[in-house]
């Protein structure tokens, strides 16, 4: 198990030494490199992440069952809502506040109605922040 973990660490950490030279290199035809070394990055990684995930993740979830009542997969799931909620924000964000720039020039009349609507966007990351604060309460 340990053997896969070192493999996949020296593969990312090759690709990202790779990635280094080439950036600092800087040659139009780097980039070409560059996007088979990615795509290269991705055919070798996500297998290798599969490969733990059916592998090592089951293990971790039945120790944590057995041992402490799965107190960490509760702090897992508590910090897995409030970040995945404020990326899920932040994507909202940035969208609905580019157009809301860009409405609010050609109109300015508009200003307030963009306003509500960034806010609801920014809603999600407190439900995520709400939703973490009720699984901590649970554990």
């Known amino acids: 198990m340990e053997l896969v973990l070192v ?9 990202i030494t ?9 040659t139009s035809a780097d980039e070409v490199r560059m ?20 592998t090592i993740v089951p293990g971790f979830v039945q120790a944590q069952a057995e ?11 508590a910090g897995l809502s409030t970040g995945l909620a404020a990326l899920g924000a932040g994507v ?5 506040g580019s157009s809301a720039i860009g409405a609010v020039s050609e109109d300015p009349k508009i200003l307030g109605k963009s306003m ?3 806010g609801l966007a920014e809603g999600i990351a ?3 922040l709400i939703i973490s604060i009720m699984i901590l309460g649970r554990l």
């Open 92 to 96: 909202a964000v940035a969208n609905v």
């Open 67 to 77: 041992g402490n009542g799965g107190t960490g997969l509760g702090y897992i799931a």
């Open 126 to 128: 407190i439900y995520g």
């Open 18 to 26: 790779t990635g280094i030279y080439y950036i600092y290199k800087g």
């Open 116 to 118: 509500l609507f960034l």
């Open 35 to 54: 996007r088979k070394i990615l795509r290269f990055n991705l055919l070798g990684f996500l297998p290798i992440l599969f490969f733990v995930a059916v």
């Open 7 to 15: 493999v996949s660490t020296l593969f990312v950490l090759s690709i």
